[in-house]
């Protein structure tokens, strides 16, 4: 796979942290772009933050990578996390840096592109945007943590989003866990009941 994995200034460097340790960047090619602000959260939020090895790293300001031309062919391309200036901005069809213009590339390209917004609460003008987005063809996978696997630490939190967008890549996910039905759970990929991802009135559904 040819991915692209890109991070704005939104909080939540930990999961942009975690999808490229469980990416294996030996087996794909990995292309990371960072913005201005995201470089400041993760010095905050992470502190020292070292590259995988095998990761093409690029800053956002710049043309000269493969991805921002719809010649070159990439698989899909992940934005976390997702600040909502950094989505309104994709949703307007602005493309004057890196992350922007590769994102438009993928829409018209109709290639997979995966937005993490974390931002919450949402106004109106979020809500409309993330609709835009969803209509030009994205997928929009808000970083809502899933707690029914009892995750012991914050690596482990995170991960409960990190498994839906290895996911939503087709990649594997060897720390995710998949409700089985009748109470029980299985790690790294377990059955699934037929009827979707949680088994009736089960701890995976929104209940009514």
Known sequence: MRLVVAATG?????????LLEQVDCAAHEVHVVLSAYARQVIREELGTWTPPAGVHLHGDKTMHVPFVSGSAPFDAMVVVPCSMGTLARIA???????????ADVF?????KLVVVPR????NLIHARNVVTLMEAGAL??????SF??????LNELADTVVSRILSQLGLP???GFR???SGSLGAGGGARDSGGEAGSGSAGNELE
């Open 179 to 181: 409700w089985c039905g």
């Open 107 to 111: 829409l018209k390209e109709r290639r």
């Open 173 to 175: 996910d060897p720390n």
């Open 92 to 102: 307007a069809g602005i493309a004057d840096t890196t992350i922007l213009r590769a």
């Open 148 to 153: 029914y696997s009892k995750p012991a630490n």
């Open 119 to 122: 931002e919450t609460p949402w």
């Open 140 to 145: 929009v996978l808000p970083a809502s943590p």
């Open 10 to 18: 939104a909080s939540g460097a930990i999961y942009f942290q975690r």
